[in-house]
């Protein structure tokens, strides 16, 4: 059973990995619309991911709590340590992958935000953004 869910567990982690890579791809590129499509699926694959990893903990866990006097590693076969390595190794790589992501998001927002400002300066009242006067070459015809 432990197994089975960290072999599922790394799946869903590799698909992640994948998806986030697309992501950095179509950013590049400019394409936000597959980027927003496959904001679905990468919150069902990380649902899937916690379930299978409370699923885990609740079988390593019972391991523990049956042989509590042996150390974690003579519970564990040599499957389910590489596949515990390969599990930590992908986490790692999909925190890298995102990191690489959210950089390139903030620079798009940014460049955005500031386009935006130039073209309709704004200023703040209060806790609010209003045009401000000179924005007024934006002029609306019916």
Same mark, same amino acid.
Not at 62 to 68: A, D, G, R, W
């Given at each position: ?5 960290? &072999? ?6 590799? %698909?992640?990995? $994948? ?28 649902? $899937? ?19 509590? %006097? ?7 076969? %040599? ?19 995102? &990191? ?6 903030? $620079? ?19 806790? &609010? ?14």
């Amino acid at each position: 059973m432990l197994s089975y869910q960290l &072999q599922s567990a790394i799946k869903d982690l590799e %698909t992640l990995i $994948s998806l986030s890579l697309e992501d950095i791809d179509d950013i590049k590129e400019a394409k936000h619309n597959p980027q927003f499509d496959r904001l679905a699926i990468k919150e069902e694959k990380i649902k $899937s991911f916690e379930q299978k990893k409370a699923m885990i903990d609740r079988e390593i866990s019972k391991l523990m709590t049956q042989n509590p %006097t042996a150390p974690l590693s003579e519970l564990l076969d %040599t499957e389910q340590h590489q596949q515990l390595d390969a599990l930590k190794e992908n986490l790692s790589r999909l925190r890298e992958v995102n &990191q690489k992501y959210a950089k390139m998001v903030l $620079s798009v927002g940014s460049f955005y935000n500031a386009l935006l400002e130039r073209l309709v300066p704004t200023q703040m009242q209060g806790y &609010q953004k209003v045009a401000r006067s000179e924005a007024s070459f934006l002029e609306v015809r019916a």
